[in-house]
């Protein structure tokens, strides 16, 4: 692919071989539908390939959201379709282990809320950097599903086993200042001061010796392939998750904007 190619993604390239990447759907908050969840699995592999970029850096359009989460529509055309699940299970995964095969740095700007498949993106990238403004959640629980994408792989090694439970079990929502004091992101800063900041340690990082970054993070990545078959099972368990009652619940009552009533729990 070229980046011509891309529909809802949107390029700047910077001094020094660093690529800006913005999530670009402001009209719903950068919400991810099928094919912009296809794209994320697909642009690490062109910057990869690229010898023009040292460094990308991942943020969302406008100011309030990276990514909100995944479109409705896109996600109820999933629910209790076999083959739509099969699909999103691998486009799922694919997101994960290409971020970790992409040899070069990725700095995430969260300018906003993010949820879902764009959270799988700002939490994976190599150095996140969050605006205190800001607020993340892992809410599929709160749809009827369990966690899956990124989160069994990489919030324990973020933030401790303890943390983790709480906050997947209850989707709640972690701001900025939160998220930097237990861990699960590198850095918050004000949301006015968060892409100079991002952009300026991507500079950093791109001044710097690029195998000895690259290595680093090829060693420190080794850490999430360990954890690769509780990755696997969460994604599974997810996707089957997505065939049940449960599910069906959830988005109808995310539309309805009430509580849900989940069959499981009745």
């Known amino acids: 692919m070229k980046y011509t190619d891309f529909q809802f993604l949107k390029f700047d390239n910077r001094a020094n ?16 539908n099928g094919r912009l969840h296809w794209e994320l699995t697909k642009i690490w592999d062109v910057v990869n390939h690229d010898p023009a970029v040292r460094v990308i850096v991942v943020t969302g359009a406008g100011d309030r959201a990276f990514s909100a989460g995944g479109d409705l529509s896109w996600i109820a055309e999933t629910v209790g379709n076999p083959d739509k699940v099969a699909d999103t299970m691998k486009e799922a995964g694919d997101i994960v282990f290409n971020m970790l095969a992409c040899e070069k740095p990725v700095v995430s700007a969260i300018n906003g809320v993010a949820v879902g498949a764009g959270l799988a993106v700002a939490m994976m990238a190599d150095i996140s950097i969050m605006a205190e403004e800001a607020k993340i959640t892992d809410g599929h629980v709160r749809l009827g599903v369990s966690a899956g994408d990124h989160a069994v792989i990489l919030w324990p090694l973020l933030c401790g086993l303890a943390k983790a439970k709480y906050y997947l079990m209850t989707a709640e929502f972690v701001d900025g200042k939160e998220a930097e004091r237990i861990g699960l992101v590198s850095l918050c800063v004000p949301r006015a001061q968060l892409l100079d ?55 109808a009552a995310i539309r309805e904007k009430r509580e849900p009533k989940f069959p499981s729990a009745r």
């Open 17 to 32: 071989g660093v690529l800006l990447i913005t999530i670009n759907r402001p009209e719903v908050m950068n919400a991810t």
């Open 197 to 251: 900041k991002a952009l300026t340690t991507a500079n950093k990082l791109a001044t710097g010796s690029q195998l000895a970054i690259r290595y680093t993070k090829r060693s420190l990545n080794n850490w999430m392939r360990l954890a690769q078959p509780a990755f696997d099972a969460s994604l599974a368990l997810e996707m089957l998750c997505f065939l049940g009652d449960d599910a069906k619940e959830g988005v």
